[in-house]
């Protein structure tokens, strides 16, 4: 990826944390930590690597995307709009009463959400489902889905790594947010789901681990996702929660939990500070 | 004529209305049993074995039916509703996708394999999901215009089916809507509101009655949910007492549907003949009807009760 690519690329993911914060600020309720731990996965995804059409959102042959980690809805909403599928104003509607936008996604309300969820361990499975119809079809989109790493906790995680691997769909990849909290604690303390990358391996999947805020590394693991054949593929990402603001990162308690005023500015001051950076350095490249 | 299992009848309306491709059939493990493996037999490409994983059953089949499928996924009714129940809830209900749900192995009739296996809460659980369309069938020739009609209708359909080889009711000229009673015996004293094979236990249940000076019409629902409002109004008001029969416990089933379009709209006096918040339990077939009282001896008993 040229210098310039990765810059822009860094620069989107900086805007959708930007995005995120005043989303959950707006509805003073949702899920920052986790939206903010995939946020580059999200960018690497929809700006570098996934066939969409903002214009044609149920276009049969596009790829498909399932956040199975639904609460992390303000990273996807946030995504969506900037990629251009509804406008970036009406995502500070997030949660009200009178918005498409709920607080975890629907398909049915949000143009570009390929299947409802929020109930944890459904959406890959759903996902397993997708990749199958498209092996059924012989088409050539892909299958795109993000986990929680306390998801891996759900049993049905494994009933679906079980199915993909046995149907052989390397139509399908999948992340793990490995950001090591859940909203009770360290994943370790709470329900130990470790080692993440032999458990896929064992169910027959290939495994690639990566850092999950590289987005070079990310869109290299979707590469190499597509050249394995009858595998899928889980790409472990390793995560920050809350990365990107200070005072969020690594902290279990930014789970699910609002900022105020205060909090709320800092953050976007934080995240401000760090879009001027890469503008900078976005000239810079320009002139040389 | 013979008696043919609604599980045998649903399999053989897969195989008979298979050729739409946008049909697949998935299964846990139990295709000899629900009787999918014939679909499988015609059709080897568009069926596949999820194993012994219901919840992810439910899910994939959510998925295929984003991709414009139109999904059957079987296992038997009580792992179908009550183990995968949250899967339906939250990956078909909720996004209204087109997965038919087609669960056999419903009610006592299950019969040796005892109470883990037989499911007497199914259509109360699925019931009560929004978007859900609840089918109950009694015999051969409903089930296969059953399986047709919920090919037509997009959006999740559960169809409780049965392991037991039963009587026909139906001629081939029958004519099946979902949400959509029949009147299947006429009669002037007493309705029997029945659905699945206690339509046929209500029919004769009818004779009995007969032979003792009771007229007793009887309705097969085999729709419970969108339930046919005007049908049980009206034979509320032409009969009086209506009697409610189902091979399934009594808290949220036919009774429990009955009963609420009735007192709303035309209270009157409802009989639940039904499992009694009981477990089931092993034996033969008739040896459970028997024993949780729903003969057509049993029922014409408490029919003359009620109307005493």
């Known amino acids: 990826m040229d210098k310039l690519r990765l810059l822009e690329l860094q620069k989107q993911a900086t805007i959708i944390r930007k995005y995120i914060i005043d989303e959950v600020f707006s509805a003073n309720s949702g899920h920052p930590g986790g939206s903010l731990s995939c946020t580059d996965i999200f960018t690497t995804l929809y700006f570098e690597e996934m066939r969409v059409d903002p214009k044609n959102p149920k276009w049969a042959d596009r790829d498909r995307f399932v956040l199975s980690k639904g609460h992390c809805a303000p990273a996807l909403y946030a995504t969506l709009a900037c990629k251009g599928f509804f406008p970036e ?86 992340f793990v947010d490995y950001n090591g909290l859940q909203i009770d604690g360290k994943i370790t303390d709470v329900m130990n789901p470790e080692s993440i990358s032999d458990k896929f391996r064992a169910f027959g999947w290939n495994v690639i681990d990566t850092d999950g805020h ?57 995240l401000d500070a760090k879009l001027a950076e890469i503008e900078a350095e976005i000239a810079k490249v320009k002139e040389a | 004529m013979g008696k043919v299992a609604t599980r045998e009848a649903y399999g053989n309306a897969l195989a008979q209305y298979g050729s739409d491709e946008r049909i697949v059939v998935l299964d846990a493990d139990l295709s000899k049993s629900t ?46 509703s009550e183990r995968a129940c949250e899967q339906i809830r939250n990956s078909i209900c909720y996004p209204k996708l087109n997965v038919k749900i087609c669960a056999t192995h419903a ?17 109360a659980v699925m019931r009560a999901l929004p978007n859900m369309t609840v089918i109950s ?40 809507e979902i949400g959509k009673g029949v009147q299947v015996r006429d009669g002037s004293d007493v309705t029997l509101v029945a659905t699945g094979l206690m339509v046929q236990e209500s029919l004769k249940a009818a004779d009995i009655l007969a032979e003792k000076g009771i007229s007793a019409r009887v309705v097969d629902i085999h729709t419970i ?41 035309y209270p009157c006096k409802v009989k639940m003949i039904g499992v009694q918040e009981k477990f ?27 109307k005493a």
Not at chain 1, 221 to 233: F, S
């Open chain 2, 280 to 306: 089931g339990k092993s034996g033969t077939p008739a040896a459970l009807l028997e024993k949780y009282g729903l003969t057509a001896q049993q029922i014409a008993d408490k029919v003359i009760a009620a």
């Open chain 1, 214 to 270: 590289d987005i070079e590394g990310l869109k290299a693991a979707m590469e190499l996702a597509k050249r394995m054949k009858g595998k899928p593929t889980m790409v472990v990402c390793h995560c920050h929660k809350g990365h990107g603001v200070s005072f969020m990162e690594d902290n279990y308690g930014w789970h699910g939990k609002a900022p105020n005023q205060e909090q709320r500015d800092q953050a976007i001051a934080e």
């Open chain 2, 137 to 176: 069938t009694c015999d051969e020739i409903e089930t296969n215009r059953a399986i047709k009609a919920a090919i037509d209708y997009n959006g999740p359909v559960y169809i409780r089916l049965g392991r037991l080889g039963v009587e026909a009711v139906h001629g081939e000229d029958f004519k099946f």
């Open chain 2, 107 to 123: 009610g006592l009739t299950v019969g040796e394999d005892g109470a883990s296996h037989q499911c007497l809460e199914d259509l």
């Open chain 1, 89 to 174: 104003a009406d995502l500070n509607t997030f949660r009200r009463i009178d918005s498409y936008l709920e607080g975890h996604p629907s398909m049915n309300y949000v143009p570009g959400c390929d299947m409802s969820t929020g109930s944890l361990g459904q959406g890959i499975s759903t996902a397993v489902g997708m990749a199958l119809a498209g092996k059924i079809d012989k088409k050539d989109y892909r299958v795109y889905s993000i986990l929680g790493d306390g998801e891996l906790e759900e049993g049905l995680v494994w009933e679906a790594a079980m199915s993909a691997a046995h149907y052989k769909l390397d139509n399908l990849c999948a």
């Open chain 2, 225 to 265: 949910k969108p339930i046919d409002k005007d049908l049980l109004v009206k034979c509320a008001k032409e009969t009086g007492l209506i009697v409610t029969v189902e091979e399934h416990n009594i808290a949220g089933g036919l009774g429990g549907a009955v009963c609420e379009v009735l007192s709303e709209n």
């Open chain 2, 35 to 80: 009787k999918t493996d014939t679909f499988k037999k015609v059709y080897p490409e568009r069926h596949f074995n999820m194993g012994i994983a219901e919840a992810d059953m439910m899910c994939v089949a959510a998925g295929l039916a984003t991709c414009g499928k139109i999904v059957f996924a079987s296992t038997f009714a009580i792992f179908a």
